[in-house]
């Protein structure tokens, strides 16, 4: 059965100088031809074109149908035959009307992003002209709407991307930040995905050897066989074990880090945020308690994606809605990856607020209090001025390269991989460890398939729909 072609816009939806509407399949040819009423423009060369979208198809030509005498002329078109005509002569009545001037670019397979016929339409940006050229589109026989990634899941399923590939760009169409940019066009472009199948290269060379030595056992082989197997097997499994322990710096980018913002009520923790995120997220006021409920701010520090957290004044209370909102801090607290502790710097007595080792500490309202009085380490600051804070921001700037530190080695941003490699490391830690030989091939099958389903080498199906479903509309 013949896939059918399918179309959407792949730009942002609305109002823009430019969007760009997405054709995928063998009518993507047909379609190129209906709008434009002229020959298959020349292969991956943008090109001006007026579309028309025409009241109706009249079939002049007999029994063929226009749809399949298009697909003809599209199969004409790349064989170099000149397939132009003009609207008597395509079929279509003269009574359509023009929809607009319009850049065109055809790509035929495979040499596509798809590996099947794509077209693109550059049509001006405005919501009339985009849904005339989508209804005119869906006019031409063999054709629906995309569904949400299903052009990048037929460039997987033509073999122009794996899954991690596939997972790099929808990563890159959301990467909010230079890191995360990075992170995922390294992913994109084949990183991640190279170093699984290369290991599972090795793991069926490694499966070679053993079988060689099951099924050939009364040959003359070497008695090395088995010894190089292991060998291989054993510096697999040390090079899986150190890709495990990567801290999750690749999923941590992904989602970026969490950082609270506590303390004790009224020291200025709301300031503090309002001068990191440059504008007043936070209501500030000099009553204590202001501040009940966790309020989150996403920002770009450094290139770094992280989520900063204003969290209610820590202390006991009746207050029956303050206590949930303290119980709310506490709570977001301890999953952070690190916070910044704040204290009033003129406060004489001890905090409530206990600070641990990975705690950044800010002594607030430090423009208040003779400078001579520092006795404590961390950054003396004044939130409401500025003063002091850009020290501060460079502390958080030094987390974040730590916990985000470059390795030449690609890493794992979703927990799907790493629950494969997991279950591929356990199978080889069986395979090194089995006294029969049979057992230990199977292990080493199973640990070659886990990866495999990672970049979609081997059966993926049940995977597929999770891998895709985050996509957009035309992607």
């Given at each position: 059965m013949t896939d059918p072609?399918?179309?959407?816009l ?6 823009a100088g ?9 009518a993507a040819g047909?379609v190129?031809?209906a709008?434009?009423?002229t020959?298959?423009p020349?292969p991956?060369?943008l090109?001006?074109a007026?579309l028309?979208r025409s ?5 002049r030509?007999?029994d063929?149908?226009?749809g399949?005498?298009l697909?003809?002329?599209s199969?004409l ?8 005509y003009?609207?008597?002569e395509s079929?279509f009545?003269?009574?359509g009307?023009?929809i607009?001037?319009a ?5 035929p397979a495979p ?8 077209a693109e339409?550059q049509v001006?940006g405005?919501?009339a002209?985009?849904d ?8 031409v ?7 949400p990634?299903a052009f990048?899941r037929?460039?997987f ?5 794996d899954l991690?590939?596939?997972e790099?760009l ?6 909010e ?12 472009g084949?990183a991640l995905g190279g170093?699984?199948?290369?290991w599972?290269t090795r ?6 050897l053993i079988a060689a030595e099951i099924?050939f ?6 008695d090395?066989?088995?010894?190089q197997?292991?060998a291989?097997?054993t510096v697999l ?14 999923e ?6 969490r950082?609270a913002?506590i303390g004790a ?9 309002n001068?990191?995120?440059?504008r007043?997220a936070a209501?500030v006021?000099?009553v204590?308690g202001?501040?009940?409920d966790v309020?989150?701010v996403?920002l770009?520090?450094?290139?770094y994606?992280v989520?900063f957290?204003?969290?209610?004044g ?5 207050d029956?809605?303050?206590q ?6 506490r709570a977001w ?8 502790m704040?204290?009033?710097?003129t406060?004489k007595?001890?905090s409530?607020?206990s600070?641990?080792a ?6 607030n309202?430090a423009d208040?209090v003779?400078?001579t009085?520092e006795s ?6 004044s939130?409401?001025i500025?003063d ?17 530190q ?11 991989h ?5 279950d591929?490391k356990a199978?080889?830690?069986r395979?090194l460890?089995a006294?029969d030989?049979d ?6 099958r199973?640990?070659?398939n886990n990866l495999?389903r990672i ?7 049940d995977?597929?729909d999770v891998?895709f479903?985050?996509?957009?509309i035309?992607k």
């Amino acid at each position: 059965m013949t896939d059918p072609t399918i179309y959407a816009l792949s730009s942002a939806a609305g109002r823009a100088g430019v969007a760009v509407i997405r054709v995928s399949g063998p009518a993507a040819g047909a379609v190129v031809q209906a709008l434009c009423r002229t020959g298959l423009p020349k292969p991956r060369v943008l090109t001006l074109a007026t579309l028309w979208r025409s009241a109706h198809f009249s079939d002049r030509s007999g029994d063929e149908s226009v749809g399949n005498r298009l697909e003809s002329e599209s199969s004409l078109a790349e064989s170099g035959v000149d397939c132009g005509y003009v609207a008597a002569e395509s079929g279509f009545d003269g009574g359509g009307e023009v929809i607009d001037r319009a850049c065109v670019i055809w790509c035929p397979a495979p040499r596509s992003f798809t590996g099947d016929d794509v077209a693109e339409f550059q049509v001006h940006g405005g919501r009339a002209v985009i849904d005339a050229t989508l209804q005119a589109i869906g006019l031409v026989p063999g054709t629906t709407p995309a569904e949400p990634g299903a052009f990048t899941r037929r460039a997987f399923e033509n073999n122009r991307m794996d899954l991690t590939e596939a997972e790099g760009l929808i990563d890159l169409i959301d990467a909010e930040t230079e890191a995360q940019r990075r992170q995922s066009l390294r992913q994109m472009g084949g990183a991640l995905g190279g170093l699984y199948e290369g290991w599972r290269t090795r793991m069926v060379s490694a499966l070679a050897l053993i079988a060689a030595e099951i099924d050939f056992s009364d040959e003359d082989l070497p008695d090395t066989l088995l010894d190089q197997a292991r060998a291989s097997l054993t510096v697999l499994t040390r090079e899986m074990t150190d890709h495990l322990n990567d801290n999750r710096r690749g999923e941590r980018l992904r989602d970026g880090l969490r950082v609270a913002i506590i303390g004790a009520p009224n020291v200025g923790k709301s300031t503090v945020l309002n001068w990191l995120a440059g504008r007043d997220a936070a209501i500030v006021s000099p009553v204590a308690g202001t501040t009940r409920d966790v309020i989150e701010v996403h920002l770009d520090i450094g290139g770094y994606p992280v989520t900063f957290a204003d969290t209610a004044g820590l202390r006991e209370t009746d207050d029956f809605i303050e206590q949930e909102g303290v119980r709310r801090a506490r709570a977001w607290a301890d999953q952070a990856d690190f916070r910044l502790m704040v204290y009033d710097a003129t406060e004489k007595t001890e905090s409530v607020v206990s600070p641990s080792a990975t705690d950044i500490l800010i002594f607030n309202k430090a423009d208040l209090v003779d400078r001579t009085e520092e006795s404590q380490p961390g950054h003396w600051v004044s939130a409401k001025i500025g003063d002091g804070m850009t020290g501060a921001l460079a502390d958080v700037k030094q987390r974040l390269q730590a916990a985000y530190q470059v390795s030449d080695v690609p890493v794992m941003t979703r927990e799907r991989h790493r629950l494969a490699v997991t279950d591929s490391k356990a199978a080889l830690e069986r395979a090194l460890a089995a006294v029969d030989i049979d057992l230990m091939a199977e292990d080493v099958r199973l640990a070659s398939n886990n990866l495999g389903r990672i970049t979609g080498r081997v059966d993926v199906e049940d995977i597929l729909d999770v891998v895709f479903r985050d996509f957009c509309i035309g992607k």
